[in-house]
């Protein structure tokens, strides 16, 4: 079974080195950059819609905890971590905005 292993690690090694002088040989990176950050914007997007969901969630479980404080805390926990996950993916975006600047910038395109 390793001699399986090494020879499969050993091909994808060797299509990888193949291969990778055809990746280098692109030219136009703005195209890859453009995909970058849609994907981004895409996955953002869709992490402050599921972060709006669940504030309403631990909203609604605080409201009606009605005194219970095992629901009050799974509740104000439920809205904390909703607010760190979106305030990260909004860094994530903005982090990925700034290095996009500064690579275009620094390389002309």
């Not at 305030?87 to 910038?105: D, K, R, Y």
Request: avoid cysteine.
């Amino acid at each position: 079974m390793p001699i399986r292993l090494r020879t499969l690690g050993l091909s994808l090694l060797l299509a990888l080195v193949w291969i990778a002088p055809a990746f280098a040989a692109s030219e136009d990176v703005a195209k890859v950059q453009n995909f970058i950050q849609n994907a981004i914007q895409i996955l953002v997007t869709f992490a402050g819609l599921l972060a709006a969901g669940f504030f309403v969630m631990g909203g609604i479980g605080y409201i009606t905890s009605s005194g219970n404080p095992e629901h009050l805390d799974r509740s104000k926990r439920t809205i904390i971590y909703s607010g760190i996950g979106l305030a990260v993916s909004i860094g994530a975006f903005v982090l990925s905005n700034a290095i996009s600047e500064l690579a275009s910038t620094a390389f002309g395109k």
